[in-house]
């Protein structure tokens, strides 16, 4: 089968993001698997779709990325409860915040090329 994702940077690094996170909460302590794991993964598949819908729906795209935003900004902090909790590492913490501030600015990006259309 073709490969189906979008290969704009974002999207590439979205996927890249959730194929390392996932895996990585399923680790997490019992616990916290359900509470913890279960709410990054949410915001991390909310980001991915959002940017999707941005795509899709380019009228609507001002306020998706706005929210994308948001979305990242939880993404953070669950991370730092993450790491405050003893769930990841602190390399872990470290490459997740690598990931998600290089995802903040891609979406930063699209935001400045939308209004210099």
Known sequence: MANSRPQ????VKSHDFLL??????LKFPKSQ???LAERL???????????LEAVAEPEKQEGRLLLADRL?????L?????????CITSKQFEHATRLVD???RLIGGW??????V
């Open 8 to 11: 704009s940077p974002i999207f």
């Open 20 to 25: 390392w996170l996932i895996p990585l909460t």
């Open 33 to 35: 698997r359900f509470l």
């Open 41 to 51: 993964n949410q915001q991390a598949l909310d980001f991915y779709d959002i940017i």
């Open 72 to 76: 990242l900004t939880k993404l953070r």
């Open 78 to 86: 669950y991370l730092r409860l993450s790491y405050d909790l003893k």
């Open 102 to 104: 290089e995802l903040g």
């Open 111 to 116: 935001q400045k090329r939308r209004k210099s």
